[in-house]
């Protein structure tokens, strides 16, 4: 084998650098850059056995502008997010952490294309028995009453091997053609002839280039399987996201049953598009109706429960936000916040103490969005202020009232994205009132059967989404 040498690999941006260095300078993370021994390109070597890519410039006029041919899925909540369902030769990550769900959601996939296609499902994880059993659990009926029953259900289209060498797996292909691969996962895939170890950074990468490759020279599908880091990156660098053309990730709360698969980047579709699902004891089942879902467990009239309506790429869904402040017994008040920016929740506590006059100096902080769902959107601002308002004072806000709207440092409300469709999605599940911010310009008028109050100031809001305060008891 050829000599091989070292080099530094920045595990968050995937810059490459000489020599060691303590912060990465591309994107100043602290050690974050790991070394690597590497052999360089030689004749056999994974760049010498890439194909030579046969290309003709077209006229524009000439190129079709039809919509992508799409496997369509019977999973609703899964197509949307890929942007419609699957692309024949793109590749597809899907991260998310571990014992989230991953494996049970692209077998579940898998099953679904193999009724009438051709799946290649390879793990580096599981035994193909550990897999099988899986599928019987997906495929019982739900009283578990004939385990036949899951038998007769397998799909005959569906082919599974344990392997984790990239050659390995390329020849398989070769061999049965299928017209979706899943691989699981891209960290314990591993190409011979690079010096690292699977799962570093210069594997996965290459291994991803290489599937990738493959992908795009047919038409088959690729889903790659990653795991993610402590950091919260899938396979640690970010150079991952930039090979694939789709990169989603599964999020939610291991307790918690409600998952929800998020797109990040999409060539195919619409970014930060979301699919809920709910993990079952047969797998993962679609969640049609999300507002729905997350206010099920709701206890109105209690104080600290306020309803936000956040955008999820072009869905709006109702979430509730419980805020709870409690005396600090000892030392610095904590904030603890549960689905919401932690930042966030500092801004928001600064503001309720100066704008507000609550003194949250000596209190505990905590904000938790039910059903493990995380909010990125200032639009919640107001109904996260809210909660907290609501526990502190031990008042409850109105039960039919949804809060929209960003809270800016001097206590004043800013408008949000998206209103009509938050407005509309809080009439769709029975809501009479909303509060949000005052309109500059005029735009579409507000839905019907609901009562908009418009304010300039969290105060405002405040009075009126409070149900009247009760006689003070001291
Ligand atoms: P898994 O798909 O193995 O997660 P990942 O591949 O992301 O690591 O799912 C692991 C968890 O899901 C495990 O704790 C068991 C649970 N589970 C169910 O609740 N219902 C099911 O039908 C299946 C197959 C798993
Ligand atoms: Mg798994």
């Known amino acids: 084998m050829a000599k091989t040498y070292s080099r530094y690999i920045c595990q968050e941006c995937g810059h490459v650098f000489a020599r060691p260095m303590g912060r990465c300078t ?40 039809a919509d992508e041919a799409r496997l369509p899925l019977t999973m ?19 991260g998310g952490d571990p014992g989230i769900g991953k494996s049970t959601l692209l077998l579940q996939l898998a099953v679904e294309v193999a009724r009438s296609g051709l799946v290649l499902y390879v793990s580096g994880e599981e035994s193909e028995r550990q897999i099988k059993m899986r599928a019987v659990r997906l495929l019982s009926p739900a009283d578990g009453s004939n385990p036949a029953e899951a038998e007769a259900a397998m799909p005959d289209g569906l082919l599974l091997v344990t392997e984790t060498n990239l050659e390995t797996i390329l020849e398989h292909v070769q061999q049965t053609r299928p017209g979706l691969l899943i691989v699981d996962s891209i960290q314990t895939t591993y190409m011979q002839g690079l010096e690292s170890s699977a799962g570093s950074v210069t594997q996965v990468r290459e291994c991803a280039s290489r599937l990738r490759e493959l992908a795009k020279s047919g038409s088959m599908a690729v889903f790659l399987i990653g795991h993610v880091t402590k950091e ?15 990169v989603l990730y599964l999020e939610g709360d291991r307790f918690q049953t409600y998952r929800l698969l998020r797109s990040v980047k999409n060539r195919f579709g619409a970014t930060s598009e979301v699919g809920v699902f709910e993990m079952r004891e047969r797998g993962m089942v679609e969640v049609t109706n999300p507002s729905e879902a997350f206010l099920a467990e709701r206890m109105v009239n209690t104080p600290g429960s306020a309803i936000a309506v956040t955008m999820e790429g072009t869905r709006p869904i109702l979430v509730e936000i419980q805020g709870l402040t409690s005396p600090t017994n000892f030392g610095n008040p904590r904030r603890t916040s549960n689905g919401l920016d932690p930042n966030r929740l500092l801004l928001l506590a600064a503001v309720l103490t100066r704008r507000a006059g ?29 909660a907290i308002v609501s526990s502190y004072r031990d008042v409850a806000l109105r039960a ?14 800013r408008m949000v994205g998206q209103m009509p469709a938050r407005l509309q999605e809080a009439v769709k599940l029975g809501f009479k009132t909303a509060i949000v911010p005052r309109r500059i310009r005029r735009g579409e008028p507000w839905p019907k059967n609901l009562e908009v109050i418009e304010v300039r100031t969290l105060h405002q809001a405040l009075e009126r989404a409070l149900v009247a305060e009760k006689a003070s008891e001291g």
């Open 76 to 94: 609703g909540e899964f197509a949307r997010v890929l942007g419609g369902g699957i692309v024949p030769g793109s590749i597809v990550l899907i």
């Open 26 to 65: 591309h994107c100043g993370a602290w050690n974050s850059v790991v070394e690597e021994r590497v052999a360089p390109p030689s004749g056999a070597g994974p760049a010498a056995a890439r194909p030579a890519g046969v290309s003709t410039p077209r006229r524009l006029t000439d190129i079709e502008a």
């Open 400 to 413: 039919d009232t949804v809060l929209i709207g960003e809270v800016g440092l001097s206590g004043e409300l």
């Open 358 to 386: 609550l003194r949250l100096g000596e209190h505990d902080i905590f904000a938790n969005v039910v059903g493990g769902f995380k909010i990125s959107e200032p639009a919640a601002d107001l109904a996260a202020a809210a």
């Open 232 to 246: 919260g990156n899938i396979a640690g660098p970010r150079v991952l996201e930039h090979i694939v053309d789709t």
